[in-house]
Structures are given as structure tokens and as C-alpha cells.
């Protein structure tokens, strides 16, 4: 019988549990621990389908909750009005509001100041090597320094983001992880307040004078505050996360490094392969807001539904050879940004990133390798989130 959540025993592979689900077809019912009747997608095509279905609501209230975070937040009645959580027509209204500034154009507007500054981080790590812990001095900084510029947050205030950020990413801690929140709202609430009464050419102040000149939706301070709040986290810790994975194939795979550093057109496919190779984001949770055929088999309205991003990812009628990461593989079609009205708004700026952070570790470290066994790297369990806690490597 299926379940979920379930832990990995490799740490760059989905649970065997649920790659089994692959042989017995895209979609499978089970039954949650509290008794509540649920659905697993794992196939591509099902995954995929469910995404883009608009009878799919995000509604926080009604969806299962994986984390005592989630749990408390619910006990309590917190439920944040963000992109994420707003169904449409909401959501679209809103996602509108922010769109403009994450396109591809975009994306290569900031490319430079990208590869300046990353290049920069990556430069003091020789200066301080052989030998780092690449979370602590890559990822996190790296991760840091994009969603502060994108958000145009003071640099006095980055190192104070990044460590509220950290906390709010150990979602096992419960009251602790809370607080961070509680905290970190606190600073958005101001930073909101400051760019109301004098907006500038950022994100963040349009988002402000679109939602006051909108005749389609209301959006009130809290609701502004909670959908900068979204932006800040879900534009930190996946990034983090990745980075961190990426570093990790360096290391892991030296022919990879190799590869790239002698034809770097394969970059951006190489991107496309790692996020489909790792998946950091493990499942997404929704809950059917209509009765949804598929597959033979009827969703219930009320029911739960879980999409296996990392499993769709480990697809073989969609990936020859799933389990190995092969740069040169057209991986364009992954879902590891998910899929339909919430596919991730930063993609286009998340591709760049990882391209000019990853280079400039490849060809300014070539010796890189582990400096621990892989089986010894911590990794953060959470039933939604992926990546190393910490990665020591030399050269």
C-alpha cells in the first residue's frame, strides 16, 4: 500500500515506494494517517495533468498539512493570501501583478551582475581553501545576494534575511520555525510600509501601486505582506537548495565539470538536467475542488492530492536511462517547476542563476571534489523540500 510521506534511502533518488507506482500506473488512491481519502500521482503525463487542471485548488485550509509548521499554522487560523495559495481567477489576477519582472528578458538583464558577484563569492572561497562547507559559504550567500537584488533589499539587511531564512527551512522545529516567520514578517511588514509611502523602481513597489490602482482584486496591506513574504522565501530556500545539489554533481560527477568547462553551450541543458535529476522539490499538495476522472479512476471532490514531482522527474517513457544524469539529455520538459497556473513565476531567473553560480565554481575550482562520503552528507528530510545541509568538498 502506498503512502506519503516517505523518507529516501538515497539521497539523489525517489523513494522505491514510489517509483513503483511507475509499473502500476500514473495514479494510485491511499489513505492518509488521520483517515482521509487521498490520491498519488507519479507518472509524467498524470503529474502533469493534474497541474494544469483548474479543479485542483491550493486552498490552505482544506489542504493536508506534512509539517508542525503547517500543523500550527492551521490550529491557528494562519493562512497567508499569497500567489500560492489563491486559486483563480485570484491568482492570475495577482501573478500578473508580478510577472513583468520575471521574464527571460529580464533574467539576462541581471545576468551580468550575476556572474560579477558570483564570481566574486566563488574567488574569496580559493582565497580561503583548499576546502570549504559549500552550504555555509556558496549556497546560502549565493541564494542571498539573487532574491535581494530581485527584491532590492538593503545589503546591511541580506545576512539578517538569509539567517531568519535558514531557520524558517527547518520546518521540524516546530514553535521555533514558527517565530522565525513571525519575525521575518515583521521585517516585510516595514520594508512594505517604507515602499508605500515612497516607491521606487522595484518589484516590490509595483506590486504595491498595481494591487492600489487594480479594479479586480483586492489586496490589503496584509495581503501585500504576505505575498513579499512568499517571494522572499520560495525565492531562497529552493535556490539554496539547488545550488547545493549542483556543487554536489560537480563534485560527484568530475566528467561532468569537464564537459562544460571545454564546450560551455552544454550549460544550459545541463541546468535543465540537474533540476531534473535532483528535483528538489519532492510533491507538491493540492485538493480537488470537483469530482476528476483520470486514469479510470475518480477523484473525489474533497480529496487530497499528491503530485510526485521527483518520481515524474524518474519517468522512463519520458527519460530513457531516468537515474542517470546526462547532460546532454533534452530535459526541457521536467516539472521540477511544476506545471500549469502556479508553475514557478522565477524560472527563467532561477536557470541564470544556477548557470553563472555553477560556472563559475566549475571553471575556477577544477579540482573539485567531495571531502566526505556521500553517504555521510546530511541531508534535509522534509517531506517537501530537498537538498544537502551541509557539503564539504577540497580540490
Not at 482521509?36 to 490552505?60: F, K, M, Q, T, Y
Not at 545576468?111 to 555555509?136: C, N
Not at 545576494?145 to 531557520?167: M, S
Amino acid at each position: 500500500m502506498p503512502s506519503f510521506p516517505v523518507r529516501r534511502t538515497v539521497p539523489d533518488t525517489p523513494p522505491v515506494e514510489h517509483l513503483d507506482l511507475l509499473k502500476e500506473g500514473g495514479v494510485c488512491p491511499f489513505t492518509m494517517e488521520d483517515g482521509r481519502a487521498a490520491w498519488l500521482a507519479a507518472s509524467h503525463e498524470a503529474v502533469r495533468g493534474l497541474l494544469a487542471d483548474r479543479r485542483i485548488s491550493n486552498n490552505p485550509a482544506k489542504v493536508p498539512s506534512f509539517s508542525q509548521r503547517e500543523a500550527l499554522q492551521k490550529q491557528r487560523g494562519q493562512f497567508s493570501r499569497h500567489l500560492f495559495n489563491m486559486d483563480s481567477p485570484e491568482h492570475d489576477i495577482a501573478r500578473r501583478m508580478v510577472a513583468e519582472d520575471f521574464t527571460p528578458r529580464h533574467a539576462e538583464e541581471v545576468r551580468p551582475f550575476f556572474k560579477e558577484i558570483f564570481g566574486e563569492i566563488v574567488d574569496e572561497i580559493v582565497r580561503q581553501g583548499p576546502g570549504a562547507e559549500m552550504v555555509e559559504v556558496f549556497a546560502f550567500p549565493v541564494a542571498t545576494k539573487t532574491i535581494c537584488k530581485v527584491l532590492d533589499i538593503p545589503e546591511e539587511d541580506c545576512h539578517y534575511f538569509q539567517k531568519r531564512t535558514e531557520q524558517i527551512i527547518e520546518m521540524d522545529r516546530g514553535e521555533e520555525n514558527l517565530e522565525a516567520v513571525i519575525e521575518l514578517r515583521g521585517y516585510v511588514e516595514r520594508l512594505m510600509r517604507e515602499r508605500t509611502e515612497n516607491p521606487g523602481d522595484d518589484l516590490l513597489s509595483r506590486l504595491i501601486v498595481k494591487a492600489q490602482a487594480s479594479g479586480d482584486i483586492e489586496l490589503s496591506a496584509a495581503d501585500l505582506v504576505d505575498n513579499a513574504l512568499f517571494l522572499l522565501v520560495a525565492g531562497h530556500e529552493p535556490s539554496a537548495n539547488m545550488l547545493g545539489l549542483g556543487v554536489l554533481a560537480l563534485a560527484e560527477f568530475p566528467h561532468v565539470a569537464e564537459e562544460l568547462r571545454a564546450d560551455p553551450s552544454l550549460w544550459p541543458g545541463a541546468i535543465d538536467e540537474m533540476l531534473r535529476y535532483y528535483t528538489i522539490a519532492r510533491a507538491t499538495k493540492r485538493v480537488a475542488a470537483e469530482d476528476i476522472d483520470i486514469e479510470g479512476q475518480t477523484i473525489k471532490e474533497g480529496d487530497a492530492v499528491i503530485v510526485l514531482l521527483d518520481t515524474s522527474n524518474r519517468d522512463p517513457k519520458v527519460y530513457p536511462d531516468p537515474h542517470v544524469l546526462d547532460i546532454r539529455r533534452p530535459a526541457g520538459n521536467h516539472l521540477s517547476f511544476s506545471h500549469g497556473p502556479h508553475q514557478c513565476l522565477g524560472k527563467h531567473l532561477v536557470r541564470v542563476q544556477l548557470e553563472e553560480a555553477l560556472r563559475a565554481v566549475a571553471e575556477r575550482i577544477p579540482g573539485l571534489r567531495l571531502d566526505i562520503a556521500k553517504e555521510d552528507i546530511p541531508f534535509r528530510g522534509d517531506a517537501l523540500s530537498y537538498g544537502p545541509r551541509q557539503l564539504r568538498v577540497t580540490w
